[in-house]
């Protein structure tokens, strides 16, 4: 099994990178929250990664950090109806951290937000995984604000607020991360919101 690889990057794209490692050029898809932290064109980059195979095919996922591949693994694996390329669709228009506190704290509508996630396969996903992202310790994943968020927190908030004012759910995602970045983990879901704002 291919956990991770490491090399050159030869391109990329918000979907997909092409990396060298070994004399062998590897095509990985990626979420978008990941393509944000590739490195530039040529450098050397580390992904973490999981290899699906199908009758007809062979694909390899990347993610910047073992506990994005770990959870596209838990979604793709345990939650009936969720395929790798939706998996990837959700984490591409939402940060894992805001995923499991939506998953966590049963907030449907925004989870019926991701791309190719209706109002049922959010039920389906709130009810298989509830207990799976309760067990891996909600409380203790740290989210790219480096914050550790409860059952709800003040970035998913954010990004809720963001949604419900006419954002695109990955825009208010990323804006949200950015804020959280700029302005440390102790930030209030007011103060996150004003800085996603006057970007």
């Known amino acids: 099994m291919i956990v991770g690889i490491k090399g050159r990057l030869v391109s990329s794209t918000p979907i997909m990178a092409v990396v060298e490692a070994g004399g ?21 980059v580390m992904l973490h990664t999981l290899a699906v195979y199908r009758e007809d095919s062979q694909s390899l996922y ?3 950090d073992s506990a994005d ?13 969720i395929g790798p390329k939706i998996a990837l669709n959700m984490m591409s228009g939402m940060s894992v951290g805001t995923l499991k506190n939506a998953i966590a704290s049963g907030d449907l509508s925004l989870l019926a937000k991701c791309p190719g996630i209706g109002k ?10 509830k207990d799976v992202v309760a067990a891996s310790g909600i409380s203790s994943f740290v ?12 970035s998913s908030d954010a990004v809720a607020a963001l949604v419900a004012l006419g954002f ?10 950015i804020a959280s970045d700029s302005l440390g983990p102790d930030a209030s ?9 006057a970007r």
């Open 24 to 44: 062998i050029f590897y095509e990985v898809n990626i979420p978008v929250t990941t393509a944000e932290k590739l490195p530039r064109r040529g450098e050397e």
């Open 62 to 64: 990347g993610f910047a």
């Open 69 to 81: 591949r770990d959870f596209f693994k838990t979604l793709v694996e345990k939650v009936s109806g």
């Open 120 to 129: 049922k396969t959010a039920q389906r996903l709130v009810v298989e995984l």
């Open 143 to 154: 989210d790219s604000s480096g914050a550790q968020p409860a059952m709800a927190s003040p």
């Open 168 to 177: 695109k759910l990955a825009d208010a995602d990323k804006a949200v991360r």
């Open 189 to 197: 879901t007011e103060a996150i919101v004003k800085k996603a704002l």
